[in-house]
């Protein structure tokens, strides 16, 4: 079992648990105080969960992030009384263009259980996960961090200490470039500025992105259609938006993969003797090939290198 599935059923186990303890607690008060206090407990623990408990994640706040970011330049720096404190080899060394990253250690207050926390750089808010709590990372590109930039957290606290991490832009010429995006968009996100200064670039969108189709299903769709509709024109967008001045339309392809548990799709490569069935709801809903069950053979026209 993934780290995923263990967390998701170890929330679902915790909301069951959470949600007998609460009904036992208002029908003792319906019985002890009122017979109003049931439903207007109901009301009240609905608003709250709705407000305060409906999202979840799929790991645990309290972990540190582990991001492997290979930067030759890096210093310790001290956020004593709220501002960042470069040593001098560090304020001689960044440039203008550089892009900097600031290691920190984060723990959330009481109220950032509730509330979501942030730290606040000068006009930006970066926001963290309720109830975070370790190595966290702050973006300071395109500020000033000679000037002492002040960090402001709210809701959570910063440790005294820190790592400033410096990356040089690249040049300027670049040769071939490889984007895989996982899902529509993410490649404009995170590389537009690089594949845009490409000499060449190919970008490979990985996912269709059919799930959470609520909105085309208000529209009056079964679920089926919907999320087929959503998943086509996402996957449109990844193959539309990258072409023009920045990417050729024949360096652009999606492999539209349907949003399931790959892993599980994946298991007829290892055991290609089993019986030809869909292995996922998700792929039995859309009627998907069954030996490569998670493919969405024919969603959009795929374009691009071979």
């Given at each position: ?156 606290r910063l440790g005294a200490d820190a790592t400033l991490l410096a990356f040089s832009p690249p040049a300027a010429a670049l040769g071939r470039v490889l984007v ?127």
């Amino acid at each position: 079992m993934s780290r995923k599935q263990t967390l998701l059923r170890r929330h679902r186990r915790n909301k069951r648990v959470t949600l007998i303890i609460g009904l036992l607690m208002l029908l003792a008060l319906g019985v002890l105080l009122a017979w109003w206090v049931m439903p207007l407990g109901v009301l009240l623990a609905w608003v709250a969960h709705e407000a305060w408990f409906s999202d979840h994640l799929f790991y645990s706040p309290a972990q540190d992030y582990q991001y492997d970011l290979p930067s030759e330049r890096q210093w310790p720096v001290s956020l004593a009384g709220g501002r960042l404190a470069l040593p001098a080899e560090a304020a001689a060394a960044v440039v203008e263009g550089d892009t900097l990253v600031l290691r920190v250690q984060l723990r959330s207050a009481w109220a950032g259980r509730f509330i979501d926390p942030y730290v606040a750089l000068g006009s930006d808010r970066q926001t963290f996960e309720r109830g975070s709590r370790g190595v966290r990372y702050l973006n300071l590109t395109g500020v000033d961090p000679v000037a002492g930039l002040a960090l402001v957290p709210r809701h959570c606290r910063l440790g005294a200490d820190a790592t400033l991490l410096a990356f040089s832009p690249p040049a300027a010429a670049l040769g071939r470039v490889l984007v895989i995006a996982p899902h529509a968009d993410d490649a404009e996100l995170a590389a537009f500025q690089l594949y845009s200064q490409a000499r060449e670039s190919w970008i490979v969108t990985l996912t269709a992105g059919e799930i959470e189709a609520e909105h085309y299903e208000r529209m009056g769709l079964p679920k089926a259609q919907a999320s087929r509709l959503k998943g086509q024109l996402r996957a449109w967008d990844s193959l539309a938006v990258p072409c023009g001045p920045a990417c050729r339309p024949s360096a652009v392809c999606s492999w539209a993969i349907f949003a399931c548990n790959c892993r599980q799709c994946a298991s007829s490569l290892a055991r290609p003797s089993l019986p030809e069935r869909p292995h996922c709801a998700m792929c039995a809903r859309f009627g998907a090939s069954t030996r490569w069950p998670c493919a969405a053979t024919a969603m959009v026209p795929r374009r691009g290198p071979t």
